[in-house]
């Protein structure tokens, strides 16, 4: 248990939404042109974000495509820089590339603008700009820049000596004693001003970048437990960062409707799952009742949306014993009081959502063409992606869900979607929420482009087939759980892949 809470403090840093998975992958349209835009944010703040838009039918139909960083709290008119060209990258006609400048952090939208023979369209596409570090200087330039620096004092030292000591001299005059004296002293002062100037200076830049890295991005600490109230289990996480008890706390927005979308792991074997719905009870503390999950260790993933469209992923460890799952379904006895054991604090029993799932099993793994697995209905989850997954190789995870007749399941929305997808590596340093609209927050584009919310994720695809675009960061084992809805009921489906450098 140890080594897990360890793993998990150590993913705190990784990135503002989700875990370990920076980039951001977005597929809808931009008016009549389906657009896949693929942004990776830069790790330091001002930086270069690098932005990929793939344009079926690009080199055809398309005249002019042009990306625009636009930050959630720029007014209307004139609050963002004017829209900066994309360019066709040589040998694949559909894709164009661009690079922005992302100057302070925080939420942004960008604006993928498509013109061509079908009109003109927009996409936006919702980034959560953060610091996650600061560039240490090399340690070689460093100790040039020193001895340049020292060359260049000593120097000036010498230009304040030798013009104090020889500046009003005549052409074939001699330096004299009182003169020489008089340029060592200018040297000494000039040497004293040079080096407190230099003092003061270093000491500035050490404000500075203490300054600046107090701005690199952290998650919000929180506390999950496993508790009870005399009506069964409860998953209770509650908000510890001091930030957020403070003058940080920001309101939340929903997403997909949900204040917070919460996901269960266990660990380590990755046999059992769930998405939850937790609700607060306060400003700093949310409830939902613990999923139908045999007791062990569990990762929880708490999704959630700022106001401003800020979205970021917190995350805990849950460590539950049957012990605790009993004692849950009844208050403490008298008895247990007098022994000491402490007993939970009492609080209304949250009610269960509908749109919560569970799923408990082995994932079915992913060899070849043909890895399927049961839903709960008797229909079966079918994989239909690439046989072979390689890092930061931008794919389109694709699923077939046919009912008990073979035929293609008649899918509903869950949530506003036609699916969800959960996905993370087996020791927990990866973990993202997808859509067919890609690993964009949908409460992210309510706020900062209410207008496109509708579209993201639009377009034709076959029945009862799901797919959502992503690429692995990392190389390892892989478990992806796929949830479609049919009938009124959530039915979840796991799949293991492997992933190569």
């Given at each position: ?16 939404g ?43 139909e ?82 040039v ?34 003169q ?24 500035w ?9 107090g ?17 069964g ?66 990762r ?70 043909s ?21 930061d ?59 496109m ?46 992933v190569?450098?």
């Amino acid at each position: 248990m140890r080594r897990v809470l360890l793993l998990v403090a150590g993913l705190y840093l990784a990135t503002a939404g989700h875990v370990g998975s920076k980039n951001v992958f977005f597929a809808g349209d931009a008016g009549p042109y389906p657009v896949s835009v693929v942004v990776r944010p830069p790790d330091v703040v001002p930086g270069l974000a690098e932005i990929s838009v793939r344009i079926p039918g690009g080199a055809s139909e398309v005249e002019r495509v042009t990306v625009r960083p636009v930050r959630w709290d720029a007014a209307p008119e004139g609050g963002a820089p004017p829209a900066d060209p994309a360019v066709p990258v040589p040998g694949d006609p559909e894709l164009y590339s661009a690079e922005l400048w992302l100057m302070t952090v925080g939420a942004y939208r960008i604006e993928v603008t498509v013109e061509g023979s079908r009109g003109a369209g927009t996409a936006s596409v919702p980034v959560t700009s953060v610091m996650l570090g600061v560039l240490d200087m090399p340690p070689v330039l460093g100790g040039v820049l020193l001895l340049l620096g020292g060359l260049l004092l000593a120097g000036a030292v010498t230009i304040v000596g030798a013009a104090v000591r020889e500046s009003r001299l005549g052409p074939d005059d001699a330096v004299q004693t009182t003169q020489r004296r008089w340029g060592r002293f200018a040297m000494t002062c000039a040497a004293a001003l040079l080096l407190t100037g230099a003092y003061w200076g270093n000491a500035w830049w050490d404000a500075v970048d203490r300054d600046v890295r107090g701005g690199i991005f952290e998650r919000l600490a929180v506390e999950g437990v496993v508790t009870g109230d005399g009506g069964g289990p409860v998953l209770e996480v509650r908000i510890t960062d001091p930030s957020w008890l403070g003058r940080n706390w920001s309101p939340l927005v929903p997403d997909h409707g949900k204040l917070m979308h919460m996901f269960v792991v266990g660990a380590p074997d990755m046999d059992a799952f769930a998405h939850v719905h937790p609700v607060p009870v306060d400003s700093a503390t949310f409830r939902v009742p613990w999923p139908d999950l045999p007791p062990g260790d569990y990762r929880i993933y708490g999704d959630i949306v700022h106001e401003s469209g800020f979205a970021q992923t917190v995350v805990d460890t849950v460590m539950v014993d049957a012990g605790a799952l009993v004692r849950a379904e009844a208050l403490v006895s008298p008895e247990a009081l007098a022994e000491g054991e402490s007993v939970p604090l009492p609080g209304a029993m949250p009610e269960s959502d509908p749109d919560d799932s569970s799923w408990r099993g082995a994932a079915a793994e992913v060899s070849g063409p043909s890895a399927s697995t049961l839903l709960a209905d008797g229909s079966t989850l079918f994989w239909l992606g690439a046989e072979e997954l390689r890092v930061d190789e931008e794919v389109v995870l694709s699923f077939a869900v046919r009912d008990p007749a073979g035929e293609p399941a008649v899918l509903e929305p869950y949530m506003g979607m036609i699916s969800h997808a959960a996905l993370t590596r087996d020791d927990g340093s990866v973990f993202v929420h997808l859509h067919p609209a890609g690993t964009i927050s949908m409460g992210s584009l309510s706020v900062l482009a209410p207008q496109m919310e509708s579209m993201a994720g639009a377009g034709e695809r076959d029945p009862g087939t799901v797919e959502f675009p992503y690429a692995f960061p990392q190389p390892g084992d892989y478990t992806i759980w796929v949830q479609v809805k049919q009938a009124g009921e959530v039915l979840t489906g796991a799949f293991q892949v492997r992933v190569t450098e």
